[in-house]
């Protein structure tokens, strides 16, 4: 299991197939500032079967990136 810890306290709406993982992945809802909802992916089931640690640590790695660059983006570090 991989979890998004940025989405924690999100409720879960739905589980169904991630349609970029293709894996199944629990849900919730977050709404926009004109009020439309996206869903999106809290946590995803990578089979054991399918998956071994080194291909779901390459998503980890890429969602961790992701969240290090927009961070980097919303609040830069003063180098003073």
């Known amino acids: 299991m991989l979890e998004d810890k940025t ?3 999100l409720e ?3 589980t169904s197939i ?3 993982l293709k894996v199944k992945a629990d849900k919730g809802m977050i709404h926009d500032m004109d009020g439309i909802g996206h869903w999106v992916p809290i946590r995803w089931y990578f089979s054991k079967d399918s998956y071994d640690l080194s291909a779901v640590l390459i998503h980890a ?3 961790e990136k992701k969240y290090i660059e927009l961070r980097e983006l919303t609040c830069p ?3 003073d």
């Open 12 to 14: 879960i709406k739905e």
């Open 7 to 9: 989405k924690r306290g």
């Open 18 to 20: 991630d349609e970029n």
């Open 77 to 79: 570090q003063d180098d």
């Open 61 to 63: 790695n890429a969602m």
